[in-house]
């Protein structure tokens, strides 16, 4: 359990210099002439210089950063079971002895009546 909680520690702060660095890079010809053309000097796919400092840090904790998610993924794991993989069975209590209903009693007859009709 310590070591869940020094990975991510590890891992919040990876994320923050890696927000850090991220912030600091200088755009790459984002202004408004390049948008429409303009900027010709500076093609989509010719030739870059060489990777700042800024750029291979970046590339180092953007890897730091996903391999810090696949050890938080994996150590955060519980278990392949259940959560009641390893509880008995309930024992189910004797029940206790009920009656047995009665049987129906034959109805008696309607009495006469006292009165005769009129």
Excluded: E, N, W
Aim: charge should be positive; include cysteine; glycine fraction near 12%.
């Amino acid at each position: 359990m310590v070591l869940y909680y020094i990975v991510s520690t590890l891992y919040v702060l990876i994320c923050l210099v890696l927000l850090l660095v991220i912030l600091l890079q200088q755009g790459k010809g984002g202004d408004m002439a390049s948008a429409f053309g303009g900027g010709s000097s500076q093609t989509a796919f010719g030739a870059r210089g060489g990777a700042t400092v800024l750029s291979k840090a970046t590339t180092i904790f953007a890897a730091l950063f996903m391999l810090g998610a696949i050890a938080l993924a994996i150590i955060g794991q519980r278990g392949p079971g259940s959560l009641v993989s390893g509880a008995p069975a309930p024992v189910a209590a004797p029940k206790a002895a009920t009656p047995s209903p009665k049987p129906p009693s034959t109805p008696s007859p309607a009495p006469s009546p006292t009165t005769p009709p009129r």
